[in-house]
């Protein structure tokens, strides 16, 4: 498979799942007169707008530096990325379930939202794992790889997810901050 | 017609539809204080977008590989690629349809719902192998081809779809061990 | 402006639009234990959904026609480019239009959905006409150009349009034909 | 990162964004049989639509402009992009509560949905302004750049987002024009 349309495919998905990301933010459909006020309410759907956003451009950037190290792909390594497209497509229903709930939710369902969002991170960093601990097992891969960055994800995310399930807001919190160490990391290396 | 820009376009397609399969995936509206039941009453949705999400990145898989052969492109066959491309775009349809009737409707509309989704699963491998024949009868083809794997998606989708017309729940099975076989087989040859 | 690029951004929109069209096709909410029936009441939708695929599919070829013969692109015709996109994203509104006033409307209402059909098709033809005139007038584009095929259809779409007005069904007919004639032309040459 | 990855997501995105302006245009749910007027009374969606995908248009244009002049991007770069992105992203969203309440909201609404597309454009320019700077701050760009075109988006958007707080009609105005001044000042340029 050439890696050229490999790209264009995952590329694909990527944009589109962050470009859906708006649907979820809706109307307030408030009072007549009271939009304001409605938009501010709807706090909770711009932040994890920004964060879900955030994760997609994240992962996009770690995906291209991955497959930019690989020699090829075989067919093992295309299902495992379909896996991890699959994880990403699905981001925007957890983001809308977790702003809705946040917004209008009894404090079971806004934390049961944020647990669902916790389990799609999960399977979005499972699924990265696998496609580059694959990659590498069979030389496909190149050059070195950063173990760090993946283990505290891989630690991180679960845990948020625990926390959700007790209080979506500072399971939210966490969510965000991992999105901002993610961010915060590649640069502080640049600098360091 | 230059092949990159028909796979461009192509990849856009496969791309957008498999993403467009989350806006299937719709907030439950439980009771207040019962998300966590709805979202599990809806076990059907996930199973439906799992499957249709894997069978668009197969027939990508494929897509790319009978593209790959190719020394060029003619008119009908790009129009006869447009007519997979319109089997595979309207894939979100009926997997919204079969996700909601099996969750919600009488058996008679959920048996309907997956005749439906058959039908479009037809219509994608009939429009695959008339693309997949043309480039091979205009010698536009240089490798060979795997009739076996083709064979097979030609005989089972008609059969799930019969199915389907007495039990939408048997239908599914079949359509998700389609699914898994076409991922097998490639992985199962390799090893071989 | 790199031609590469305008490539992908317009096969992007292309792409995305003619996708997008499967959102306009809906559950038809029909009562419990009639789908089937309530499914084969919307095949004005059907229609419209095919139609609107291979006229999007169609203006995809042509415009990739357009630019293999195109030097370079200069800012006017970036701009004249963004028109036609724009017409061309804007298909799947008078699509839905048109199915949803076919099936549910009185003929005055599927009358005025099917004009509304008609000017987004004659909007993208004058675009793409403007497109293809203006690269000639500058020397951008290097072969030769169809004037025939283009003038049936600036001629047909406002006929059609004309004809909606009056008969939202046989103002469909020709839309339908018109799609079929641009499929059938660039192949019966290709025979000839 | 290669230029080539980063151009393909962004191009995304953009394409994306633009066609999912259509979203926006909604049936207007008129009574039986006055489906024109419903269509003409929605005159704001369709302006709203036009300048929101005119806008995403000239962004791009100029994101090209500005990459082709790159010669390679940084991560800081990268995430200064998805910034970028983010707020091109979230266009339709404004859009789509500017048309809505400038049709059917009170005056308050009206300018509350005129302020808010301001931001969004604000937040557009600034995160262009970022990515340009920083660009040409660490040598990455070759080439000169325009400075006052760059300024009077600056001036203009704030201004127009603050005359909006007053009246949305007259906003939507210097939006339209802003959007106008930006295809007609390179197209003057070229002429000049």
Redesign the interface.
Known sequence: ??KA?A???S?????????????E?K?PL?A?????EG?LRQWPSYVA??TS??TI?II??NH??VL?TLKSL???L??LN?LL??AV?????PT??LA??LQT??P??AN??AV?YGLSAIAMIVAFSLVSLYARSRGLMQAEFNVVAFSIGLLLYPLATIVSAFSAQVGLVIYVLVALFY?AL??AR?VG
């Open positions: 498979m050439s349309r790209e264009a495919f590329d694909g998905v990527f944009a589109i799942a962050a470009t859906l990301l708006v649907l933010l109307d408030a007549s007169g009271h939009l304001l938009l707008y920004a956003f955030a451009v996009w950037v291209h530096a930019a075989d067919l093992p295309l299902f379909g497209l699959m497509a699905v981001i925007p229903f809308g379930l809705h709930y939710g009894p079971a369902d049961t939202a669902v961010i590649p640069l640049k």
